[in-house]
């Protein structure tokens, strides 16, 4: 049997993981996978979670199961952080789930479940694995033009123009902030375009909101998915707490349902239910947990805030320092867009080859698709960064 199984294409972003690791040299920067790292290059465990941690291991008594759609105070919670009061509660069906992954998964499969001929439309670029589940599952899909890669900037007369041609009943998947891998998002302005064309043309909005809190607050980076949450009558949300809250290998994530008609959301839950017995069985509960008992104590709260916000302002801080650096040391704009970007990444506008000399030559780890992850850096590699790119260019 085990000889009749395919190859698969490798995943980009997976396959520099890899190349960095294996490279013995120690001077190697690694601007890769989506993981936040501090100065020093180190991914901590947040205070605050781990005050937690160390709470919920003096007070938990079992490790049974707790249930199909996963405790219901972390969908409470999520669903308060996400959402606040953009639509009341009753109207919102939660189902925890392996990581943001896991939610995106089985948000795709409800979609198949409930309108098999739906086109999913994705930006162009989006996350690889959007398109690379998608086409697993045999979901049709398509893609809107997002990304003007010659200049860094959005391409939102190409996104209205292709939305204006999918069909009632079609899923538009957006970003909710922190576009990855590019870095562009929509203003709020624009964000209220695409709400008013969903709801004309009858699509349905799937918001994949990953790096809440990344760009511009809390707040901030969730006013799309609240604005289109409370415009359409349906939407779906797959929000992880991955990145927030640093729990990346406890799988985190929680998949929602909302819709404008509170009678319709027991069916919608009882249908995550299945997926979730059909796919996993129980989702995980620990990284929940934390994350619950987070958002819900007002002291670990306003810790975990904090932290958050530091995260945040470092990687804005760092943006700008390599603009600065980008301008001076290839005496151009070129790179001003960095600035405007927000989040964990910024899509840098250079060729596969120029991206291989990056790592060939200087030991610099970017996506192919010139993707880097700014917490990559830090304040002294920021200056060897720019110099680098002054030199493939
Ligand atoms: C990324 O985009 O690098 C992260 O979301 C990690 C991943 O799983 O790809």
Known sequence: MYDSLPTHPEDKILRIMQLYRDDPRTEKIDLGVGVYKNAAGLTPVMQSVKAAEKRLWEIEDTKSYVGLLGAPDFGDAMAGLVLSDAVPRENVACAATPGGTGAIRQAFEM???????????????????HVSILNYLGIPNTSYRYFEFSTGELDFGGMLEDLENARPGDVILLHGCCHNPTGVNLTNEQWRKVADLMVA???????????????????????????????????????????????????????????????????????????????????PDHGARLVTMVLNDPQLRAEWETELEE???????????????????????????????????????????????????????????????????????????????????
């Open 111 to 129: 979609i198949q479940m409930a309108s098999p001929q739906a086109r999913v439309w994705v930006s162009d670029p989006s996350w690889g694995n």
């Open 311 to 393: 995260v945040r302002s470092g990687m804005l801080a760092l943006r700008q320092q390599l603009a600065a650096e980008l301008q001076r040391q290839t005496n151009s704009e070129r790179f001003g867009f960095i600035t405007d970007h927000s989040g964990m990444f910024s899509m840098l506008g250079l060729s596969e080859e120029q991206v291989a000399k990056l790592r060939d030559d200087h030991g610099i780890y970017a996506v192919s698709d010139s993707r880097i992850n700014i917490a990559g850096l830090n304040k002294d590699t920021v200056p060897i960064l720019a110099k680098a790119i002054a030199t493939v260019l």
């Open 201 to 283: 043309k009858e699509l349905v909005p799937m918001v994949d909101i990953a790096y809440q809190g990344f760009g511009g607050g809390l707040d901030a980076d969730a006013f799309g998915a609240r604005l289109v949450a409370s415009t359409c009558p349906e939407t779906l949300i797959a929000a992880s707490c991955s990145k927030n809250f640093g729990v990346y290998r406890e799988r985190t994530g929680i998949f929602m349902g909302v819709s404008q008609d509170a009678g319709r959301v027991g069916l919608v839950q009882a249908n995550m239910a299945h997926l979730n017995r059909q796919n996993f069985s129980f989702p």
